[in-house]
T-cell receptor, first 114, second 109 residues
């Protein structure tokens, strides 16, 4: 079944540890995105990539890094996790075609940093 | 950037109609989206508006006024399964989405 997968589903992490959240899509979409969702703040864009080999910063990029080595994968890395990075992380993708082209979201990763 | 406002919570009775308003201030408007998000799940696409007017899709309709920076999502014949958060999102000229904080709708029997 086509779509976006994320791993892990949930994780509890000690502060200071390094963590990579994985995201893979099989729809051959050009663009991919990472969001964090916090209560009362909605979805906020962390980083994005409009095509393989390029990335850009979103609204809240500090403390996170991404890479886009190929079309399908877009990992998000927390180099040294802090408690304020406790959140639900969603990966999304889109064709970047304009019009009613929407973003499709993965199931999310619930991350707790202690 | 975008500044997007929508009410935090709304409650309605099964079978009723609920209207969720969204106002936005934009620096490059390229479409407005509504998503539905059930608790613990990913957002899913509901509707898209880029021109002024009403778009109808079954029990759900969405309206846009670009001059007023205003949209609403209308949910008709409410069902218990419509209890969810509804997210208003504005797309900019770089195809990035900015989201409102979401409106939690509770449908009561």
């Amino acid at each position: 079944i086509a779509g976006i997968t994320q791993a892990p589903t949930s994780q509890i992490l000690a502060a200071g540890r390094r963590m990579t959240l994985r995201c893979t899509q099989d729809m051959r979409h050009n663009a991919m995105y990472w969001y964090r969702q916090d209560l009362g703040l909605g979805l906020r864009l962390i980083h994005y990539s409009n095509t393989a080999g390029t990335t850009g910063k979103g609204e809240v990029p500090d403390g996170y890094s991404v890479s886009r080595a190929n079309t399908d994968d877009f990992p998000l890395t927390l180099a040294s996790a802090v408690p304020s990075q406790t959140s639900v992380y969603f990966c999304a993708s889109s064709r970047l075609a304009g019009g009613p082209d929407t973003q499709y979201f993965g199931p999310g990763t619930r991350l707790t940093v202690l | 950037g975008q500044n997007i406002d929508q009410p935090t919570e709304m409650t309605a009775t099964e079978g009723a109609i609920v209207q969720i308003n969204c106002t936005y201030q934009t620096s490059g408007f390229n479409g407005l989206f509504w998503y539905q998000q059930h608790a613990g799940e990913a957002p899913t696409f509901l509707s898209y508006n880029v021109l002024d007017g009403l778009e109808e899709k079954g029990r759900f309709s969405s309206f846009l006024s670009r001059s007023k920076g205003y949209s609403y999502l209308l949910l008709k014949e409410l069902q218990m399964k419509d209890s969810a958060s509804y997210l208003c999102a504005v797309r900019d000229s770089d195809y990035k989405l900015s989201f409102g904080a979401g409106t939690t709708v509770t449908v009561r029997a």
